[in-house]
């Protein structure tokens, strides 16, 4: 499918048994955008139901996302139909906390622990965007990390209100479908979607907490180990929010979503008596590599596992003991590798098109005296990170800008995807081209 209305489309960004989310372009502007489209992917399904059924569904969630305005929801940008089928136009993010934490589509499979601090950033901004849902009376049920998408200035935005009930009725709810996702949705939400109320979503958040700081994940009649048996430096208040936030009687949780987030807000990250740092216990090599590659190649999926010693989750084995200085505001110099890098860029994330014209733009300027300014390979960047950290908000300062998440590398995957690296929890991701992220370039001392 080339076309749907007036949007180009460029890509697939999902599927689900009721629609197709596709990445498009808007006409005269160009403008990146999410398209969702009614498409059941069960013929059979659709017959029991009723396109018209579907139909109504689909409009009812375009209106419940139109009804509500806040900094931590998805926008609707446009309604429309195409071939008898409506579509809605959402705003497109290229990050999600389900591709942050390395959520696979087996969701029981271990995914990356995240710091303290960044876990505490996406809970609170949650539980904002829950607030404004539940004000208006908007019960999500379907609350998981890929759900909650990132912006690229790193704040959280609900998506995906197929399944939510408004005032009470149920105008999304087909008899016998499954009302959640498995693992996230809260134990009287399985048993009778009807009788879950707003604190099934704050259960939601509390096993996406435990999830975020151990990497596990586990069904509502599992025992759940406790926190500091999975992160040893985790517990006391942490523990306490987490088990009343996912406890399995509703009436054991918190009221709403604002006292959840004015208990959250009281929860350490900073208290090096209860958080150690990582960095004490990784594995580094005896000394940092002789030559690595500075030239940009192809890097298949396959393959960056083994050139770069990564886990499953993309994440270093082993760290090289790198050796900067910041160098001013802007660079610092690696003088094991004799590389300056640019500790912040522009400022701002741009596509990986725009990441090269900006380095093109470096060159023509002579910045800081040098013209040969590139980005750098998967194997330079992971020559310089660093274990993740508890105590400040980015792992690989003062190399890095604290503002940076999400750097560019010079390799690409394939025609659409080059590689990025999370510079906040140090571990590399494929990426489309036409997705944002922040430009860190390279440049040699010679």
């Not at 406890?247 to 918190?254: M, Q, V």
Request: hydrophobic fraction near 40%; charge should be neutral.
């Amino acid at each position: 499918m080339k076309q749907i209305g007036r949007y180009e489309i460029t890509g697939r960004l999902g599927r689900g048994a009721m629609s197709t989310v596709y990445k498009a372009k808007a006409p005269v502007t160009g403008r990146l955008v999410a398209l969702k489209i009614l498409q059941p992917r069960d013929d059979i399904f659709e017959a029991l139901v009723g396109n018209e059924r579907l139909k109504e569904m689909f409009i009812e969630e375009g209106k419940i996302m139109g009804a509500v305005s806040h900094d931590h929801v998805a926008k609707i940008i446009d309604c429309d139909e195409h071939e008898g089928q409506p579509f809605m136009v959402l705003e497109y993010f290229a990050h999600s906390i389900g591709s942050f934490i390395g959520e696979a589509y087996r969701v029981e499979d271990r995914s990356r622990m995240i710091s303290l601090s960044r876990t505490k950033h996406y809970l609170d901004q949650t539980l904002k965007g829950l607030e404004r849902l539940h004000f208006a009376e908007i019960i999500h049920r379907d609350v998981k990390p890929f759900n909650l998408m990132i912006t690229n200035d790193d704040r959280v935005k609900i998506i995906d209100f197929g399944l939510s009930r408004v005032r009470g009725e149920e105008k999304m709810l087909i008899s016998g479908m499954q009302v959640g996702s498995p693992c996230y949705a809260a134990p009287e939400q399985e048993r009778n979607p009807k009788e879950a109320d707003l604190r099934a979503d704050l259960y939601s958040v509390g096993v996406l907490g435990y999830r975020m700081l151990t990497g596990h994940l586990f069904t509502s009649s599992e025992k759940r180990p406790a926190l500091d048996m999975l992160r040893p430096e985790v517990r006391g208040p942490w523990e306490k929010f987490l088990q009343k936030s996912s406890a399995k009687r509703a009436g054991n949780r918190f009221e709403n979503a604002t006292i959840m987030r004015l208990a959250l807000e009281k929860l350490p990250v900073l208290q090096k008596e209860l958080f150690r740092e990582e960095r004490d216990h990784a594995v580094f090599y005896p000394e940092f590599p002789a030559q690595v590659r500075s030239e940009s190649v192809r890097v298949m999926l396959k393959d960056i596992r083994g050139i770069l010693d990564l886990d499953d989750l993309f994440r270093p084995r082993r760290y090289h003991p790198s050796n900067f200085t910041s160098v001013s505001v802007s660079v610092a110099e690696e003088k094991s590798s004799g590389l300056l890098w640019q500790r912040r860029g522009p400022g701002f994330t741009i596509n990986w098109q725009q990441a090269h014209e900006y380095v093109d733009h470096l060159n023509a300027l002579s910045w800081e005296g040098k013209t040969n300014w590139r980005l750098p390979t998967v194997e330079e960047v992971n020559t310089v990170l660093s274990p993740p950290l508890h105590t400040v908000s980015c792992s690989n300062w003062p190399l890095f800008d604290s503002s940076v998440h999400w750097i560019w590398t010079a390799d690409h995957c394939n025609k659409r995807q080059a590689w990025i690296v999370d510079v906040i929890e140090s571990f590399f991701q494929r990426l489309d081209r036409d997705g944002s992220a922040s430009v860190c370039a390279v440049s040699s001392l010679a």
